[in-house]
C-alpha cells in the first residue's frame, strides 16, 4: 500500500469507493451530486494547509483521507473512508492514512485538527480517542469549521 496525493485520474474511483460505504453502511441519503467536493476535489480540498490522499493498492483506491485548511493553523479532517476488506489491524489502512496526515501537518506547523461524525459511528469513536483525539463541544469549534448536517460528535487533536 501507498498513500499518494489525490489525482484526477482517481476521480470516478474515489466515487466508487466512498458513497457506497455512506450510503450501504452508514445509511446515509445521500448522492455523488449531493458532495460537490467530490465533483472538484482539486478546488475544495487542495489549497493552502489543505489537501486529499489516497491509500492505493495496486493502482486501486482503498482509502481516502482530506484535511480542509480553515485558518489560524487549524484543519478539518474529513472523507476518511477505506473499503471494507482493507480494514482492521492487519492492514493498517485507516491508522496509515491518520498517520499520515497527522505527520504532515506536524511538519507543517499546523496546531490542531478537528473533525466531526455522527454518534451511530462507535468504532471511529474509538479509533479517533486511541489516536489522541479529544471530544468537544460543538459550540467550542471555530467559526470556519465546516460542520455536516449529520455531524454530532466532534473531536480535536491538539498538535
Known amino acids: 500500500m501507498k498513500i499518494i496525493a489525490y489525482e484526477v485520474r482517481y476521480r470516478d474511483a474515489v466515487r466508487d469507493l466512498i458513497v457506497p460505504i455512506q450510503r450501504e453502511e452508514f445509511g446515509i441519503d445521500i448522492s455523488y451530486e449531493d458532495q460537490p467536493d467530490l465533483a472538484d476535489i482539486e478546488g475544495f480540498y487542495q489549497k493552502g494547509e489543505g489537501g486529499f490522499w489516497l491509500a492505493i493498492v495496486d493502482d486501486a483506491v482503498v482509502g481516502t483521507i482530506a484535511l480542509i485548511d480553515i485558518g489560524e493553523g487549524r484543519v478539518a479532517l474529513r472523507k476518511m473512508f477505506v473499503a471494507a476488506e482493507y480494514r482492521g489491524r492487519a492492514y493498517g489502512t485507516a491508522q496509515a492514512l ?26 471511529a469513536h474509538r479509533f479517533y480517542e486511541k489516536n489522541g483525539f479529544d471530544l468537544v463541544e460543538a ?21
Not at 98 to 123: N, Q
Not at 140 to 159: E, I, W
Open 139 to 159: 459550540s467550542d469549534l471555530p467559526d470556519r469549521f465546516p460542520r455536516m448536517a449529520v455531524d454530532t460528535r466532534f473531536y480535536r487533536l491538539t498538535l
Open 98 to 123: 491518520l498517520d499520515y496526515v497527522t505527520a504532515r501537518a506536524k511538519a507543517r506547523g499546523l496546531s490542531e485538527i478537528l473533525l466531526g461524525t455522527t454518534a451511530k459511528f462507535l468504532a
